[in-house]
């Protein structure tokens, strides 16, 4: 599965969100999807960074999921 989003995590809870891919590249902070402020982006929200950590956003798997 291809997705449009990165692994963000927000750095004083550590909960993984989504944020979108096409703005990772722009500098800190970023925006998940659900709008919490993340404060670092590490991969592929598919990957075991994003939706398959140990905490991940349940706003932000709801909003990502098919």
């Known amino acids: ?4 989003h990165a692994a963000g995590r927000d750095q ?6 989504a944020v979108l891919r ?8 970023w925006a998940g999807i659900c ?3 993340v404060g670092v982006v590490q991969g592929a929200w598919d990957g ?5 950590s140990a905490d991940p956003c ?3 798997v ?3 999921s098919p």
Request: proline share 12%; hydrophobic share 25%; charged share 20%.
């Open 1 to 4: 599965m291809t997705s449009d």
């Open 12 to 17: 004083a809870s550590g909960r993984a969100h």
């Open 22 to 29: 096409s703005t990772a590249d722009l500098p800190a902070p």
């Open 35 to 37: 709008g919490a402020s």
């Open 48 to 52: 075991p960074r994003g939706r398959g």
């Open 58 to 60: 349940p706003d932000c």
């Open 62 to 64: 709801r909003l990502t």
